[in-house]
């Protein structure tokens, strides 16, 4: 093993053609996202089928749950999920579970974008809470597309790789 990250891998050209469809369905999730911080969109794949689907927004998408222009710095130090709404990896897990669909051996994939359908890059790993759930459920590999390409990670070391993270 070479470092940490030693399943950390870029998706080759000749893989980007077979992945493109699920990052489009990943997008077409954040457009229906009514988060005013940030749209999210994130498929669940298993076996080369979409099983899970979620997009991030206020729990159940209720007004008085929304949160999306609070300061992270507004919250006592014992909150240690900081973000606004029900992330789009839950949304993806739970659709997958509420359809009685089973969740070992998938991969998720997830990608941010801006009010004009263009993708905004994903930053390094960092929500433990996303990280944690996935890995407990048997999602094997991560899929997030970064500025320097997308990216493949395994779900133990995506799960490492958050709790590294600090926001300065």
């Not at 077409?28 to 076996?47: F, Q």
């Not at 739970?94 to 990608?111: C, M, P, Q, V, Y």
Request: aromatic share 12%; hydrophobic share 35%.
């Amino acid at each position: 093993m070479i470092g940490l990250y030693y399943f950390m891998r870029k998706i080759l050209n000749d893989e980007i053609e077979n992945i493109k469809f699920y990052f489009n369905e990943a997008i077409l999730e954040g457009l229906k996202s009514n988060c005013l911080r940030s749209k999210c969109g994130s498929v669940l794949v298993k076996n080369g089928v979409i099983i899970g689907r979620g997009f991030n927004s206020p729990p159940k998408e209720l007004e008085n749950q929304r949160r999306c222009l609070n300061s992270k710095k507004d919250y006592d130090l014992k909150v240690t999920d900081k973000t606004c709404c029900m992330h789009a990896e839950q949304r993806a897990l739970i659709d997958a579970l509420r359809n009685g669909l089973t969740i070992e051996g998938s991969k998720l994939f997830f990608i941010r974008i801006n009010e004009k359908c263009e993708v905004i890059f994903s930053g390094k790993p960092y929500c433990t809470m996303c990280s944690k759930m996935a890995l407990d459920l048997g999602v094997i590999e991560w899929i997030l597309w970064h500025k320097e390409g997308i990216f493949l990670y395994d779900s133990e070391e995506y799960n490492l790789i958050s709790y590294e993270y600090q926001e300065y």
